[in-house]
Every structure is written in C-alpha cells, then in structure tokens.
C-alpha cells in the first residue's frame, strides 16, 4: 500500500520508493516535513529513520526558529544529541531581535 503525505504548497510525495532504495542501499532515510507539522495528526512517515519539523519564521507553524526531530534509533538520536549540543545556545536577546524583525519594527539593514 502506498502512504502519501501533505508537504510544502500542499504537494503530495510518494515516499515508498525513497525508502525502498534506501533499504536496498543502508542509506539513512531523512524526511523533511517542514511544512507538515499538525500536532498530534502527523508524526512523520513510518519508515523514515529521522523526520523533521522546522519552525522558521515562514512556516505554517513558527517559533522564529528551531526543530523537532522525530529518530526511531535510538543509537542515531544520541549522536544527533551529541551533535546539537556542540552548537552555540540562542540568546533571549536574539530572539527578541527576531520577532521585532518579523514584527517589521525593525530593519534587516545592518
């Protein structure tokens, strides 16, 4: 059976054959679902060994910012864990800078 899901613009994909020459090759499957995010409706395509939902500020749902990653191996999510935490923390200036910016009551101009 074939599972199709909503993507960017509401374009649908096929993801059966990605993940069957994935399979066939040990490739890591890695699914973005930017622009899927519904909550609890959708947690990723079942086969996909990472799924990510981004919330940048142009998403159907925003955070100014950041990820979920959904892993199903758990030896995988550590070493994304490991890798995630090598990179600088945002600070809550930064994001106040942010939101004014996509607020427009600020310039992007340096």
């Known amino acids: 059976m074939s599972r199709n899901y909503k993507r960017l613009l509401k374009k649908i994909t096929n993801l059966d054959p990605y993940a069957k020459l994935c399979r066939k090759h040990n490739i890591i499957l890695i699914e973005n679902c930017a622009q899927a995010f519904t909550g609890s ?15 940048g500020a142009i998403k159907s749902c ?11 191996n758990k030896q995988l999510a550590r070493q994304i864990k490991s890798i995630e935490q090598q990179y600088a923390v945002k600070s809550e200036t930064w994001f106040f800078k942010r939101l004014l910016k996509y607020l427009g009551l600020t310039s992007s101009k340096p």
């Open 41 to 55: 409706k959708y947690y990723g395509y079942p086969d996909a060994d990472i799924s990510f939902f981004s919330f």
């Open 62 to 72: 925003t955070a100014l910012g950041g990820a979920v990653a959904l892993v199903g």
